[in-house]
């Protein structure tokens, strides 16, 4: 099993940055990792995902934005996110599939959020 918590949310100006971190309780290193996040009103969508071999997926509102990273040695998933907009505001949620790959479709474990706020 493994327990994840998100850190690095707040609010921020649109055009600007933020860095998320998830740190995991146990090893990641054989698993996918995701971002993903829930506006209110809306369902959860997929921001990016991560194999354990470092291939990267990314939402299409969110390309060219967003990296998403991963420190196996820290059991540590990261997301750089650039010039926010307004319409990226909502709750952040780390994901860590049970696969290298995450084919399975589904993460097996999410973390708790994170809110970002975005103002214009």
């Known amino acids: 099993q493994v327990q994840l918590v998100e850190s690095g949310g707040g609010l921020v100006q649109a055009g600007g940055s933020l860095r998320l971190s998830c740190a995991a309780s146990g090893s990641i290193f054989s698993r996918a990792m995701g971002w993903y996040r829930q506006a209110p009103g809306k369902q959860r969508e997929l921001v990016a995902t991560i194999t354990s071999g470092g291939t990267t997926n990314y939402g299409d509102s969110v390309k060219g934005r967003f990296t998403i990273s991963r420190d196996n040695a820290k059991n540590t998933v990261y997301l750089q996110m650039n010039s926010l907009k307004p319409e990226d505001t909502a709750v952040y949620y780390c994901?860590?599939?049970?696969?290298?790959?995450?084919?399975?479709?589904?993460?097996?474990?999410w973390g708790q959020g994170t809110q970002v706020t975005v103002s214009s």
């Open positions: 994901a860590s599939y049970v696969t290298r790959t995450g084919r399975e479709g589904s993460p097996g474990y």
